[in-house]
């Protein structure tokens, strides 16, 4: 079975541009969560996405947004960038239904991007 | 504010020793608490979890302890390895809610 698919693994933006993050979860997996993880916050919750559906969203600024496709699949987008979004963007996707859930997230090897 | 604290930041053990790495949290509504492993250049893979129904979970020579009434758990690594070389992470999340609330991470180096 794969596992979850980030791409681009490496990126380099300036300050300013915009980026696309894209994620495939696991095969029957429906919920896709985003994460950004940094030295100096950690591993922090950007947002949730269920059946195409942001269904929870963390604390940050509207730069940041995302989406989901029939197919489960995710994209997440971080405009007007700046130094401080440098990070490894992590999605995790976990078997999560509206009744049932299993609390388990697998996480993909995530997205690095430097914003110079 | 910070709901998870987890400490120590990095700590260092020898083979065979025993590693041990703590948690608390504020949220007395949170009932998912896993820990995750992290080694570079690679996600968090879940390692073991438990719920507050129970106060000990172990899973082969990783053990989780729980006090409820301190709001603080732990795992325990048992004749730690170097291949246990990586970064823990505490998480907990509330009513089987996707979102993890994680702590700062443990640098965990197992020396020969």
């Not at chain 1, 095969?27 to 942001?54: D, K, N």
């Not at chain 2, 604290?5 to 025993?18: M, Y």
Request: hydrophobic share 30%.
């Amino acid at each position: 079975k794969a596992g979850v698919t980030q791409t681009p693994r490496y990126l380099i933006k300036t300050r300013g541009q915009q980026v696309t993050l894209s994620c495939s979860p696991i095969s029957g997996h429906r919920s896709v969560s985003w994460y950004q993880q940094t030295p100096g916050q950690g591993l922090q919750f950007l947002f949730e996405y269920f059946s195409e559906t942001q269904r929870n969203k963390g604390n940050f600024p509207g730069r940041f947004s995302g989406r989901q496709f029939s197919n489960s699949r995710s994209e997440m987008n971080v405009s007007t960038l700046e130094l401080g979004d440098s990070a490894l963007y992590l999605c995790a996707s976990s078997l999560s239904s509206t009744s049932v859930n299993t609390g388990e997230l697998f996480f993909g090897e995530g997205s690095r991007l430097t914003v110079l | 504010q910070q709901q998870v604290k987890q400490s120590p930041q990095s700590l260092i053990v020898q083979k065979g020793g025993i590693s041990i790495i703590n948690c608390a949290y504020e949220n007395t509504a949170f009932d998912y608490f896993p820990w995750y492993q992290q080694f570079p250049g690679k996600g968090p893979a879940l390692l073991i979890a438990i719920r507050p129904d129970v106060s000990e979970k172990k899973e082969g020579r990783f053990t989780i302890s729980f006090n409820k009434s301190a709001k603080q758990f732990s795992l325990h690594i048992m004749d730690s390895q170097p291949g246990d070389s990586a970064t823990y992470f505490c998480a907990a999340s509330k009513g089987g809610n996707e979102k993890l609330t994680f702590g700062t991470g443990t640098r965990l180096t197992i020396i020969p």
